[in-house]
C-alpha cells in the first residue's frame, strides 16, 4: 500500500472506518422493527454493494430505444461511438452487452431498466450529492442514518450478530453515507473494517530486523524484547503485547480506542484472508484492472469469513461515471466493469457461494439520453439496477422493466422513462430490499415510505 493511501485509511479507520460528527442522524424506534430472525438465518445472505459514483448511463444495459434516440438526439450515437450492435436482449454489446447475454442465460443476472424516481422528477432533483445520500441512506429524509448502519444497529439489537463477530461491514473505498450513523455512535464493533484491494494490512505491525528507533519513544526503547523478532521477523510477541498496552493507555475514549482494541485480531485475521487462493477460473479469469482486484478480493473474504455481512465498493480503478463529455470511453469502462463481474459470478460458482453471495450495482441516478455538444449526456432520472448471485433466496427475472423515449422538444431534454404500465420503483426500494435480505419485516419504519421491495424478493 502507499504510504499516502496508508495515512488515508489510517486516518478514517484505524480498525474501523472513523466517520465525522456530521454523518449522525436523528432517531429511528428500534422497537417498531419487525425483525424474524429465521429470514436472517435461513438466507444467510451476504452482499456486495457496487456504487457507480456519478450517474452511469443506462444505456449499456438497454439500447432497445437507439433507433428514436439516434433520430432526436443533438448528435449522431453511430458517428460518434461507430459501433453500437444490439444484443438480443437489447445490451449494447461492445459495453459489456455479450457478459451481460451470458450471465442473462446462465440465471445469474436480473436487470431492471425502469429504476424512476417520480418524487425527484416532481421536485426537479438530479443533484450528485442529494441523490447519493438518498440512495445511500435509503430515505428522501436524507436526516436519517445510512443504509447498512440501520441493519447494523437491528441485527445487533436482535442478537444476530454481538461484539463476536468478526467484521461484520467492510468498505474498500474509506467512508460513504451507507454507514451514516443512526441515533447516536453505534458500538465499535458494528462500524465498517476498511481494507483495500490488496489486503494491504494497517492493522498489522511491520517485519523489520532492527527496530527504526525514531518511531519510538526513549521509554518504548526500553522495554524487554525492543529489538528482538517472532520466527518471521515480526514483532516478539511480549513486546507487542506491551506496545499494545501501552497505545491504549494513551488513546483517547471513542472510535479509535475502540478500534484499536481489536488490532491483533484483525491482523491475524487479514493475514489469513490474504493467503485464501482464487481457483483457476479459466477463460473467465479476472482482467488486469483495479477493479477486477478489488472484487476479487471482496469475494474471498466473503468466502474466508461468513460473518461479513456486507461489503462496500466503488468502481474505482475503471473511471467515474459523470460523462458530460466525451462519453467514448463509457464503452470500455463498461466492457471491463461486465467482464470483471462475470469473473466474478465464475468464482463464486467454483467456491460453492453463488447461492449465497450476492453483488449489487447501481448508481445514483441515470442519464439523459441526448448526445450533447460535447458529447456525452447530462443527468437523468431513469437508472438500471444490475443483481447477480444470491440464488437461494433471489428468484432471478432476467430483463424487467420496457421503456419508452419522452421528446421534449427542448434542447438536450431528451429522457428515457418507463412504459405504461411496465415495473417500476423509486431506488428507495434498493434500500427495502436489503432490509428484508436481512431480516427485516417492515421496512417502511426505515425508509420512511411504503416504497415496495423489488420483486426479485417475492
Sequence with gaps: MKRRDFLKLSALTSCAAL?????????FNIEDVNFSLDDFKNNAAQTIIIFMYGGASQLAGNITNIKEIEKHSQNSYYNYFRSITKTPNGFWKEAGGEYMEKLLNSGDLTIYRTCYSAIREANNNKSHGECTLQNQKGSFDTKGGGIISNIAEILDANGAINSNTVMPFVTMDGESNFYAEPREPLKGYLKPTAIDKNLDNPYERPYWSVRRWFYYTQKEREKEN???????????????????????????????????????????????????????????????NDFSKKIETAIKLLHKNEDTKIITLSTGGLGGWDDHSNAR???????????????????????????????????????????NSAFGWDHGNLQNVYILGGKDYFNHQGVVGETVVDVTGKLNRLWLKPKKGTYTFEPISIASALYKLYGIQNPNILTGGNFKSLSILS
Excluded: C, W
Design 226 to 288: 525492543y529489538n528482538q523478532s517472532d520466527d518471521k521477523g515480526g514483532f516478539d510477541p511480549k513486546f507487542s503485547i506491551d506496545m499494545d498496552k501501552l497505545a491504549q493507555k494513551h488513546n483517547k475514549s471513542g472510535k479509535i480506542k475502540d478500534a484499536f482494541a481489536k488490532r491483533e485480531k484483525l491482523a491475524k485475521f487479514i493475514a489469513q484472508i490474504k493467503d485464501e487462493q482464487t481457483p483457476n477460473l479459466g477463460e473467465n479469469a479476472y482482467p488486469e
Design 19 to 27: 466517520m465525522p460528527d456530521f454523518l449522525f442522524s436523528k432517531e
Design 329 to 371: 470511453n463509457y464503452v470500455e469502462r463498461f466492457e471491463n466493469l461486465f467482464a470483471s463481474l462475470n469473473s466474478a459470478m465464475a468464482h463464486l460458482k467454483e467456491i460453492g457461494k453463488d447461492g449465497k453471495i450476492n453483488i449489487m450495482l447501481f448508481s445514483e441516478f441515470g442519464r439523459n439520453v441526448n448526445l
